[in-house]
């Protein structure tokens, strides 16, 4: 299958043309339009080298916030308050934190300086959100994703405590069904986030999630 080379043309080829790993385009550029309009038509850009890589995987790893399971000893910490939970509290340090931090099984992080700032000017423009666990005045543990209409993109996530991000993920989680969130995109599959509830969904019900979901 035909790899698709993006030009400066705002636009996207049908997902349904996306490879069997969900690889759909190369190319193009983070301005903040293309960023809106991939996360509309449920793709997402991920690096790899020098090139943007844009993907739409099918099946889809998402969480549906009223599925969220919470453990006994998370809802322990929660009850007693174990982090300071914030919003938005630092949303530069949470991306440079899931940048610089580093991961088991990866030599690398796709977080390049060129995404790093594309997502602070979509956190300036109110899109971009980060949730946070905060330990005696210190960052500790959080994550930070898009959010369009009803849907929560989660992009990335970073733990320098047991269990902090675990617990910034919950709480916001939590926060974010109270405001009628119905959607959160989780993208790819990881064992971490199954044991919080998230599960797979094919493509296709994943995009008519998204054209009833996003305003």
Not at 11 to 19: G, L, S, T
Not at 163 to 183: D, H, P, T
């Amino acid at each position: 299958m035909s790899l698709f080379i993006l030009n400066n043309e705002l636009i996207f080829p049908p997902v349904q043309f996306a490879e069997e790993d969900g690889l759909l385009a190369v190319g193009g550029d983070l301005s903040m339009q293309r960023l809106l309009l991939a996360y509309r038509q449920g793709i997402f850009p991920w690096y790899e080298g020098r090139h943007i890589l844009w993907w739409c995987p099918d099946p889809r790893f998402v969480l549906f916030p009223d599925e969220l399971k919470v453990s006994k000893s998370m809802r322990q910490l929660i009850r007693r308050k174990a982090f300071d939970f914030r919003i938005n509290g630092d949303f530069r340090q949470v991306i440079g934190q899931c940048k610089t931090m580093a991961r088991r099984g990866q030599e690398s992080t796709w977080i390049t300086d060129e995404v790093r700032e594309a997502y602070i000017r979509l956190h300036e423009a109110g899109y971009a959100y980060s949730a946070e666990a905060w330990q005696d005045g210190e960052l500790v543990g959080g994550l930070y994703g898009i959010r369009m209409g009803s849907v929560f993109f989660g992009e990335s996530m970073f733990s320098k405590v047991s269990n902090a991000s675990k617990y910034a993920f919950i709480c916001y989680v939590q926060q974010l069904q109270a405001e009628n969130v119905q959607l959160i995109d989780c993208q790819v599959y990881t064992e971490h986030l199954e044991s919080l509830g998230a599960q797979m969904i094919p493509r296709d019900k994943f995009l008519l999630l998204l054209d009833r979901l996003i305003d």
